[in-house]
T-cell receptor, first 112, second 114 residues
């Protein structure tokens, strides 16, 4: 059974500092890995999707890497801003059209 | 805007009452899903539908039923609501067989069973 772990569960940084969020998974036979953002009381917003054949994806200040062999993904957020405060979730997909398995999330607070 | 639409956004039920949560997507996605999110438990899959006409159980299907009405719509029914079903419910959709597309989520239904 695939298990996804996100450490730390919570993170607090001053504005301007770079954020590093970690995600690990137990079964390396994944199809895709997706990072989401969730604001309190809101739904999930997709940030980045990394296909199994890719090593990383970038969007603006966000960069996500994927190392399937070690079962790890890292989300980097450069020059953090208070608006980046949210919970960040990673999820893996074992096969196309199959269900997502989520990590528990990392709750981020960026202090002005 | 294209996406996944869930109704209602909020609902309070009494124990034993029934209700149906509605979900519709306009992205021509093949697969649709229902998740529930609870504090400390994360997001857990209730049911999913890989394609029109098919449905399968996820991790926590007990107490729920689903209907894939057509390609666009996937509903979740609680036949006899219990306090343990108090949760936030999310519907999602994805394109089957395409590695370039991820999952899109609706904004959620916050359900309280008293």
């Amino acid at each position: 059974k695939q298990e996804v772990t996100q450490i730390p569960a919570a993170l607090s940084v001053p504005e301007g500092e770079n954020l590093v969020l970690n995600c690990s998974f137990t079964d390396s036979a994944i199809y895709n890995l997706q990072w989401f953002r969730q604001d309190p009381g809101k739904g999930l917003t997709s940030l980045l999707l990394i296909q199994s054949s890719q090593r990383e994806q970038t969007s603006g200040r966000l960069n996500a890497s994927l190392d399937k062999s070690s079962g790890r993904s890292t989300l980097y957020i450069a020059a953090s801003q208070p608006g980046d405060s949210a919970t960040y979730l990673c999820a893996v997909i074992k096969a196309a059209g199959n269900k997502l398995t989520f990590g528990g999330g990392t709750r981020v607070l960026v202090k002005p | 805007n294209a996406g996944v639409t869930q109704t209602p956004k909020f609902q309070v039920l009494k124990t034993g009452q029934s209700m149906t949560l509605q979900c519709a997507q306009d992205m021509n996605h093949n697969s649709m899903y229902w998740y529930r999110q609870d504090p400390g438990m994360g997001l857990r899959l209730i049911y999913y539908s890989a394609s029109e006409g098919t449905t399968d159980k996820g991790e926590v299907p007990n107490g729920y039923n689903v209907s894939r009405l057509n390609k666009r719509e996937f509903s979740l029914r609680l036949e006899s609501a219990a306090p343990s079903q108090t949760s936030v419910y999310f519907c999602a959709s994805s394109v089957t067989g395409s590695s370039g597309y991820g999952y899109t989520f609706g904004s959620g239904t916050r359900l309280t069973v008293v």
